[in-house]
C-alpha cells in the first residue's frame, strides 16, 4: 500500500503529450465505442456511453484542452472516471490516445505548474512530474470539471499563447 510520500497515477497520452490522473477516480479503462450523440452539446462532449446501465458523457480531452479532435485508433481507450466536484461526483468517460500504466510518484517528485510569466490556461495542472526524459501532466480533474472551469457548464475552450 502506498504511504502518504507516495500516489498513484494512470498514465496516458494524448498525441505525443503524457497525462496521469490519479488511480482512486479509474473506476475502469474501456476500449473506444462510438457514444451516442447529444444535440447542442459543446464540441468536446462527444456523447453518452452505456457503461455498465449508466449513461456516462463521453469527453474528448484533446478538444477540452485546446487541442486537434481525436482520431480513433486501435489503440484509442475510455477512461471511466468518478470525479469528486464540489459537493457531488461526476462519471465522466475520458477518451486518451492510448493508455499505459499505474505509476507511482513520489510527492517529492511534483512540481507546481510551469511559471512562464504571462497568464496563461493551466488551472487543469495539478503538477508535473519528471520522467523519461519528459514530463508528465497531472491533471486536476476537479478544477477542469467543475462549473467554474465552465468544462460542463457551457463552452470555455482552452486559449493557446503565439
Same mark, same amino acid.
Given at each position: ?5 507516495? $500516489? ?38 462527444? #456523447? ?6 449508466? #449513461? ?60 512562464? #510569466? ?8 495539478? #503538477? ?15 478544477? *477542469? ?6 468544462? *460542463? ?8 499563447? $503565439?
Amino acid at each position: 500500500m502506498a504511504n502518504k510520500t507516495e $500516489a498513484q497515477f494512470v498514465t496516458f497520452s494524448l498525441g505525443e503529450e503524457i497525462f496521469a490522473v490519479p488511480v482512486e477516480v479509474v473506476r475502469e479503462i474501456l476500449d473506444h465505442e462510438d457514444p451516442f450523440k447529444i444535440p447542442h452539446g459543446p464540441e468536446y462532449l462527444l #456523447g453518452l456511453r452505456d457503461v455498465r446501465g449508466q #449513461g456516462v458523457p463521453v469527453i474528448d480531452l484533446r478538444l477540452r484542452l485546446g487541442m486537434t479532435a481525436t482520431v480513433k485508433t486501435s489503440h484509442t481507450r475510455i477512461l471511466v472516471l468518478d470525479v469528486p466536484v464540489e459537493n457531488r461526483v461526476l462519471a465522466l468517460g475520458l477518451v486518451a490516445d492510448r493508455v499505459y500504466e499505474v505509476v507511482p510518484f513520489q510527492m517529492s517528485q511534483i512540481e507546481n505548474a510551469p511559471d512562464i #510569466g504571462i497568464r496563461w490556461r493551466s488551472d487543469y495542472i495539478s #503538477g508535473v512530474v519528471r520522467r523519461n526524459g519528459g514530463f508528465v501532466v497531472i491533471i486536476d480533474l476537479a478544477r *477542469l470539471f467543475s462549473d467554474s472551469g465552465g468544462a *460542463l457548464a457551457g463552452f470555455a475552450p482552452v486559449q493557446h499563447v $503565439a
